[in-house]
């Protein structure tokens, strides 16, 4: 199994950064990272590892802090639940996408 690698901003350029063996992330579960200042979910669902900020857009609470399910994230604080490859919530109480990494939609994937 390879390294999971995520694409983030730098200040000259987008480049790839390693993160880990992807062997360290189970299925259906999330990670916290700190890259570069930025606080980074990463999450494997359905086969999948996904990177994005690590603050839902309605509690402004960790979202590696909640479930990850079939493809959603679901925040602890007060249940929204968003789809990890758009950011779109599936239904309230937010009504508004999370935020991606630095690089806007960035996924981490594999080597």
């Known amino acids: 199994m390879g390294d999971a690698v995520v694409l983030v901003n730098s200040e000259t350029a987008l480049v790839w950064v ?3 063996p992807q062997s360290q992330l189970g299925e ?3 990670v916290h990272l700190d890259l570069a200042g930025h606080p980074i979910c990463l999450a494997r669902s359905r086969g999948r590892i996904y990177a994005l900020l690590d603050v839902c857009s309605h509690g402004q ?3 590696s802090e909640g479930e990850i399910d079939d493809g959603y994230v679901e925040c602890w604080l007060h249940g929204s639940r968003f789809d990890l490859a758009t950011g779109r919530p599936a239904g309230p109480p937010r009504h508004n996408p999370f935020r991606f990494t630095p690089s806007a939609s960035s996924t981490a994937l594999s080597r």
Do not use: D, K, R
């Open 18 to 20: 390693p993160v880990g």
């Open 28 to 30: 259906e579960s999330a």
């Open 61 to 63: 609470v960790a979202l």
